[in-house]
């Protein structure tokens, strides 16, 4: 009974250890996270209402965004990118096709640890308004 113990204890120091290790970034999960709004004509920004978290502090957790639904029409492109607070963009743009599947983009590093909001506009310039929805993440794996 007395290796047992021993030997339980050695293994649950082991996964402690191995737990401590572990970064931070392995805690990034890959949501399905809805939006729809409004993309506003000559390249005004439209904007998701609510936030989300990054807790990472790696910009090797990229963040993602899938375009299902436009207005402008089916196969369409919309321009996305995410943004801090202040309105400041902290990633770069992504063009991103209707129907063609999840886009993944690397953040700057002041995305990290910070609300993060999901920001597109027409990538052509002209008057054209529309609604895009889809989902998105703010980070993945």
């Known amino acids: 009974m007395r290796k047992y113990s021993k030997i339980t204890k050695l293994a649950c120091v082991a996964v402690i250890a191995g737990a401590v290790s572990i970064p931070f970034t392995s805690f990034a999960t890959n949501d399905d996270v ?24 790696s910009v090797d957790n990229t963040w993602k965004v899938k375009l299902n639904k436009t207005g402008e029409g089916s196969g369409s492109v919309t321009r996305f990118w995410i943004e801090d607070s202040s309105a400041r963009n902290v990633s770069i743009h992504k063009d991103v096709k209707q129907g063609n599947g999840e886009y993944h ?37």
């Open 34 to 57: 809805p939006y729809e709004f409004k993309i506003y004509g000559y390249q005004q920004n439209g904007k998701e209402a609510d936030g989300r978290y990054r807790q990472t502090k």
């Open 105 to 141: 983009t690397s953040p700057y590093a002041s995305a990290n640890e910070r609300t993060v909001w999901l920001t597109a506009q027409n990538n052509n310039y002209n008057g054209t308004s529309y609604t895009v929805e889809g989902i998105w993440d703010e980070e993945i794996w």
